[in-house]
C-alpha cells in the first residue's frame, strides 16, 4: 500500500500530477547518495511543536523503513479518523495536567500470524531528574469517543490489554529476550512508541478546521536515516530509527499533500513528524 502512496503523489498533500512528476524525477538513485537540505534546526530552538517534514525527506524515510524493518507481519499505515483526532485535542484540552499522547505499536493475532496494530494513550509531564523519562505513560486513562468510530487507531485499552500488546509487538517483531523490557530487543532501533505533544495534537486540529474535508491522518511507518540535533540531544537513541509520519486524509484514504503549510522559517513542509521515540524516550 505505500507503494500506491508513492505513485499516487507523496506525501502529505501535494496530489496534483505536476508535483508528482517532480517529485518523481528527483528521486535518487540511492540512500547512499542523499544530501538532502536539512529541516532540522539548532537544537537551542526546537520545541515540542516545531515538528515537521517535507515531502522529499519523508518518502526517503519511508523508503528506508521499508528497507530496514518492513516484513509481511507489520503494518505499514494506519488509518485514525478525524473524530479520534479531535477527540485527543479535547480530553488535552479540558485536563491540563496531561501534556500530551504516546502512540505505541503493538501486536495481536490476525488468523493465525500476528500482527502490528496502533494504540494510544495519554501522557503527563515527568517529575524524574532522568533525561530519558520525560513523559509518564497513563495508560488504562479513558479518552472519550463515544460515538466516534476511531478507526484503525485501538484507544481505551485496560492496563493489562494495553500492556499485553504492546509486549507482544515487542516480542514477536523487536525480538525482546525479556518481556517488557525494552533493553533485551534484538532489533532496538525498531521503535514501540512515539510521543507527541499537546501543541502539535492542536496544530493538527488547525488543519482539519481549515479544511473541512479531510476525514482523517495517516500514520506512516517511516525511519530516520541521518544524524542530527534531535537524536544528539536524546529524542532517540539510533541515527537510523523507525518514527511514524502523520499525512491528513480525504475521501477515504486519499493523502492530501497541500494543507499543511509551512511554519515562519521552514523551507517547505508537507507533514506532521514528531521525534521522541522509544527506546530513548519511553516514558
Known amino acids: 500500500m505505500i507503494l500506491v502512496v508513492f505513485a499516487a503523489g507523496l506525501f502529505f498533500y ?20 542523499i544530501q538532502p537540505d536539512s529541516i532540522n534546526k539548532p537544537l537551542a530552538v526546537i520545541d515540542e511543536c516545531d515538528y515537521y517534514v517535507d515531502s522529499n525527506e519523508a518518502m526517503l524515510m519511508i523508503q528506508k523503513y521499508m ?12 488509518w485514525i479518523s478525524r473524530c479520534a483526532i479531535e477527540s485527543i485535542k479535547n480530553f488535552l484540552s479540558n485536563n491540563p495536567t496531561y501534556d500530551g499522547v504516546r502512540f505505541f505499536l503493538g ?4 488468523g493465525l500470524v500476528n500482527r502490528s496494530i496502533l494504540l494510544v494513550a495519554p501522557t503527563t509531564r515527568s517529575n524524574s531528574t532522568s533525561p530519558n523519562e520525560k513523559h509518564t505513560n497513563q495508560i488504562g486513562v479513558t479518552i ?6 476511531p478507526g484503525e487507531l485501538e484507544m481505551n485499552l485496560t492496563v493489562g490489554d494495553a500492556r499485553k500488546k504492546i509486549n507482544q509487538f515487542g516480542d514477536k517483531f523487536r525480538n525482546e529476550s525479556i518481556e517488557g523490557q525494552r533493553s533485551s530487543a534484538s532489533i532496538d532501533p525498531l521503535s ?11 496544530s493538527i486540529m488547525a488543519v482539519f478546521s481549515r479544511h473541512t474535508t479531510l476525514n482523517g491522518l495517516m500514520a506512516i511507518c517511516a525511519a530516520y536515516y541521518k544524524d542530527d540535533a534531535r537524536r544528539r540531544g536524546g529524542e532517540r537513541k539510533y541515527v537510523v530509527q523507525s518514527t511514524l509520519i502523520f499525512v491528513p486524509t ?4 486519499t493523502l492530501n499533500w497541500s494543507v499543511v503549510k509551512p511554519p515562519v522559517g521552514w523551507k517547505d513542509t508537507n507533514a ?3 521525534g521522541e521515540l522509544c ?3 519511553c516514558e
Open 272 to 274: 506532521f513528524n514528531h
Open 67 to 78: 528497507a530496514d524493518f518492513d516484513n509481511n507481519r507489520l503494518t505499514d499505515e494506519f
Open 107 to 110: 501486536a495481536k493475532m490476525v
Open 192 to 202: 514501540i512508541a512515539v510521543w507527541v505533544s499537546r501543541c502539535k495534537i492542536d
Open 14 to 33: 501535494s496530489c496534483n500530477n505536476a508535483e508528482t512528476e517532480k517529485q518523481e524525477k528527483n528521486q535518487p538513485d540511492s540512500l547512499s547518495t
Open 250 to 253: 480525504e475521501n477515504g484514504r
Open 279 to 281: 527506546p530513548q524516550q
Open 144 to 149: 472519550p469517543v463515544s460515538p466516534c468510530n
